[in-house]
């Protein structure tokens, strides 16, 4: 158990709808990072908020939107959803949030878009 | 050509064999990340390289910075090691996303 927590496990949704997955760091934890694993296209960085603050953004689309709250939970939150945004979503979390930390993953939030 | 390359993409061993999974970059790191993801899904953190060598148990990673390369081993294999790899750099250019290779599948057979 790697400390972070993810909810849902699993979603299924139609296309054209708004899903939020949710978050939880490690105790002590101040960066999350959001990343998209589907099936072609392997892990992709999202987005990483530090103590708050949007810190690094990836391949995020206009669709998706995230935020982190002072409890340090964070949210990802995905709009207008298309049959290709179908993946697994993973959180992670790192102690200050520079890349030559160990980051620790969440379970996973597995998308089903139909 | 991706910033990551791992290779190879698929390995299948008998169980005890040695075991060598490789990471080339081409971009400048803060540090390369080894990862592993278990059949079910779930991705748990092996090591965080920034220069040498580290290891844990029967797993050893090590890295080359100059020929910008590093190798993931994995001694006495066991069918419990089967999973997928998956190598990531840590840019030191100040921006702090990690960039993923595509993964190597590994199936260790009893």
């Known amino acids: 158990d790697s400390g972070v927590t993810q909810t849902p496990k699993h979603l299924i949704t139609a296309t054209g709808q708004r899903v939020t997955l949710r978050c939880s760091p490690r105790?002590?934890?101040?960066?999350v990072y959001w990343y998209q694993q589907s099936l072609d296209q392997g892990l992709q960085f999202l987005i990483q908020?530090?103590?708050?603050?949007?810190?690094a953004k990836g391949n995020i689309l206009e669709r998706f939107s995230a935020q982190q709250f002072p409890d340090l939970h964070s949210e990802l939150n995905l709009s207008s959803l298309e049959l290709g945004d179908s993946a697994l979503y993973f959180c992670?979390?790192?102690?200050?949030?520079?890349?030559?930390?160990?980051?620790?993953f969440g379970p996973g939030t597995r998308l089903t878009v139909l | 050509k991706n910033e990551v390359e791992q290779s190879p993409q698929n390995l299948t061993a008998q169980e005890g064999e040695f075991i060598t999974i490789n990471c080339s970059y081409s971009?400048?790191?803060?540090?390369l990340h080894w990862l592993q993801q278990h059949p079910g899904g779930g991705i748990v953190s092996l090591f965080m390289?920034?220069?040498g060598k580290k290891k844990h148990g029967r797993l050893i990673a090590t890295i080359n910075i100059q020929e910008k390369h590093s190798s993931l081993h994995i001694t006495a294999s066991h069918p419990r090691d089967s999973a997928v790899y998956i190598c990531a750099v840590g840019s030191n250019f100040g921006n702090e996303k990690l960039t993923f290779g595509t993964g190597t599948r590994l199936t260790i057979i009893p």
């Open positions: 105790s002590g934890d101040l960066s």
């Open positions: 971009v400048g790191i803060s540090a």
């Open positions: 992670a979390s790192s102690a200050s949030g520079h890349s030559y930390n160990e980051q620790f």
């Open positions: 908020y530090y103590n708050g603050e949007e810190r």
């Open positions: 390289l920034s220069s």
